[in-house]
């Protein structure tokens, strides 16, 4: 072992009238170790509400969607099978959106109709594990309308917010009435019909469980007067991880007039804001971290005054300014890590316990969950070590290198 460590090792032991400066390093560690769990929970958190909610907007939004600059897309079977064969994709569905109002005998409210094929496996896989009440497969049921229309010509899927609001419970009448372009002016006419309440459902995003209702595409397709026409092709991932490479992809298989947009382009403004807000935390955390950091200061000075004679013996008996720096920055590094090791295995079990016992609650109605969300990443714990040992590094030199310039001929003298 270098000397330089052994001396170092040795100024952390107390000495009884040393206890003083012993006490400020135990501090001077707690403060660290404080101030590293704080900021590994809190990114933890922050990354649990970011995922959280980048699930519950996705399981209703497209990963991907396959467009046409010319309008509608009615080669869509070709399309949505050439689509599902590109590797990373989890299925693939058309499309089909309007506006629409729609009405109870409760009030109104208008809402965004979305055309969806009810019996695929992408939109099962998403849609139906939301499904609160009701079933998915009700979407597909044929109705039969007499002639005034008053029977149900099929069934759709609302809301939870929404069937609150219009007092609607499974099976209910709603009528949805929708502005249609028609006849060979392209005049500007109304349709309505009336539908079933087939399936309630509870994404835990507000703007979609209160705005947007789900019909069979057939149904859809009818109902606007764009039979054999969808918008676009919804392409679901495997793992979001594999956004870039699968829009790549799905870009080269189709080309212009086909558009390819992916969930960042859609969300670019939640996701900027969100990671904008995570780092703001993380700076001001980050800033507690170095407040504890730099009381290694005061402590190294009030060490390099105390051990004064023992620089100049050191010196006096071959040490080097350079070794005499070490010596001091060892200390601090080794303080430093104490701290930054009991920091991390608090925050780690600060998180473990967060995400065991949910102890904490949170309004469900302003943020879709009741409890706070845990997600720990391997490499924030790794980040968060490495700034707070550099911060007792930066902390320590000033300290070791006055150390390093003591006079030993003064010292000895007096």
């Not at 707690?30 to 909610?53: K, Q």
């Not at 099976?171 to 009336?194: F, Q, R, W, Y």
């Not at 706070?372 to 968060?384: C, D, K, Q, R, W």
């Amino acid at each position: 072992m270098r000397y330089e460590l052994q001396i170092a090792l040795r100024y952390l032991r107390a000495r009884r009238k040393e206890a003083f400066i012993s006490v400020t390093t135990l501090f001077t560690a707690a403060g660290v170790m404080i101030g590293v769990a704080a900021l590994t929970i809190v990114i933890s958190v922050m990354n649990g509400f970011e995922a959280d909610l980048r699930e519950r907007v996705l399981s209703l939004t497209p990963h991907i969607q396959i467009l046409n600059y010319g309008g509608a897309i009615t080669d869509y079977p070709a399309i949505e099978a050439r689509a599902g064969q590109i590797a990373g994709v989890a299925g693939a569905d058309p499309f089909l959106v309007g506006q629409a109002m729609v009405s109870s005998s409760h009030g109104t409210s208008g809402v965004l109709i979305r055309g969806v094929e009810p019996g695929n496996p992408a939109v099962v896989a998403e849609l139906g594990r939301y499904v609160d009440r009701g079933e998915l497969s009700n979407l597909s049921r044929k109705y039969t309308a007499d002639s005034a229309g008053a029977s149900p010509t099929a069934a759709i899927a609302i809301g939870g917010t929404l069937a609150d609001k219009l007092k609607l419970g499974l099976g209910d009448a709603v009528k949805l009435v929708a502005p249609i372009l028609s006849g060979p002016d392209s005049e500007l006419t109304t349709k309505s019909a009336s539908f079933e309440v087939g399936a309630v459902f509870d994404s835990g995003v507000s703007y979609i469980d209160k705005s947007m209702v789900f019909v069979s595409l057939p149904v859809a397709q009818s109902f606007f007067g764009r039979e054999g026409k969808v918008d676009g092709i919804e392409v679901r991932l495997a793992n979001l991880n594999d956004t870039a490479r699968v829009t790549a992809a799905l870009s080269q298989a189709f080309p212009p007039p086909y558009r390819i947009r992916n969930w960042i382009e859609f969300n670019q403004a939640a996701s900027a804001g969100f990671a904008m807000l995570k780092r703001v935390y993380s700076i001001v955390l980050l800033l507690l971290v170095g407040v504890a950091a730099f009381n290694l200061v005061a402590t190294l000075i009030m060490v390099v005054m105390e051990k004064r004679k023992d620089i100049a013996v050191l010196i006096t008996m071959g040490a080097t300014q350079g070794g005499v720096r070490l010596i001091f920055v060892l200390k601090g590094l080794i303080v430093g890590a104490a701290g930054t090791t009991a920091g991390l295995i608090l925050g780690g079990l600060g998180c473990f316990i967060l995400a065991r016992y949910h102890f904490i609650a949170i309004p469900k109605e302003i943020y879709g969950i009741s409890t706070i969300p845990i997600e720990v990443a391997p490499l924030t714990f790794v980040g968060v070590a490495l700034a707070s040992l550099v911060l007792c590094l930066l902390a320590s030199l000033y300290p070791a290198r006055q150390a390093s310039r003591e006079l030993p001929t003064a010292i000895l003298r007096s």
